[in-house]
T-cell receptor, first 113, second 113 residues
Framework: AQKVTQAQTEISVVEKEDVTLDCVYE???????LFWYKQPPSGELVFLIR??????QNEISGRYSWNFQKSTSSFNFTITASQVVDSAVYFC??????????FGQGTELSVKP | DGGITQSPKYLFRKEGQNVTLSCEQN?????MYWYRQDPGQGLRLIYY???????QKGDIAEGYSVSREKKESFPLTVTSAQKNPTAFYLC????????????FGSGTRLTVV
């Protein structure tokens, strides 16, 4: 069965620290997509990144970077030099063949000044 | 601007009453989804629809009903059979069969008193 696990429920860091959010997934599909979303206190989901199962290249976008490793079924997310505005709940998600998104439990990140 | 509109943002209902949450999109997306979010549990799929006049149960469909009479609209009814309806509800849509391009609404927070 498809499953996404975010083992870190809450993380608290001080501004300018680097922080890595872990995501481990399970799927039998050979073709799938992985996502990261940010949910600020207002509640809407903000799309951060999508990665397909055939593209294991790491990606960097400003202070954000993602490390996708099929060998360990992980898709970790790192924020470099965190800022208070990064405080939010972050979700990792897996898209299976039927188009449904399966979400992890979320990691609540608190960045203190 | 194209997007998904969920209304209302906050909804209060008495226990035992049915309530309908609205979800409208003007993106011409084929597929639409309803998710429920409880604290610490991530998002769980309630129902989804890939074409008009067709929909499928998600992981937690009991106590909910939907309709898809128009491409733009996918209302969710929370019935009195739902034992614990207080939650945050998110609607999403996606164009075509490709597993990317999900768009989320801003959510409805339902409180049953």
């Amino acid at each position: 069965a498809q499953k996404v696990t975010q083992a870190q429920t809450e993380i608290s860091v001080v501004e300018k620290e680097d922080v890595t959010l872990d995501c481990v997934y399970e799927t039998r599909d050979t073709t799938y997509y992985l996502f990261w979303y940010k949910q600020p206190p207002s509640g809407e989901l903000v799309f951060l990144i999508r990665r397909n199962s055939f593209d294991e290249q790491n990606e960097i976008s400003g202070r954000y970077s993602w490390n996708f490793q099929k060998s360990t079924s992980s898709f970790n997310f790192t924020i470099t030099a965190s800022q208070v505005v990064d405080s939010a709940v972050y979700f990792c998600a897996l898209s299976e063949g039927g188009g449904k998104l399966i979400f992890g439990q979320g990691t609540e990140l608190s960045v203190k000044p | 601007d194209g997007g998904i509109t969920q209304s209302p943002k906050y909804l209060f209902r008495k226990e035992g009453q049915n309530v309908t949450l609205s979800c409208e999109q003007n993106l011409n997306h084929d597929a639409m989804y309803w998710y429920r979010q409880d604290p610490g549990q991530g998002l769980r799929l309630i129902y989804y629809s890939q074409i008009v006049n067709d929909f499928q149960k998600g992981d937690i469909a009991e106590g909910y009903s939907v309709s898809r009479e128009k491409k733009e609209s996918f209302p969710l009814t929370v019935t009195s059979a739902q034992k614990n309806p207080t939650a945050f509800y998110l609607c999403a849509s996606k164009i075509g069969p490709d597993n990317y391009g999900y768009t989320f609404g801003s959510g409805t927070r339902l409180t049953v008193v």
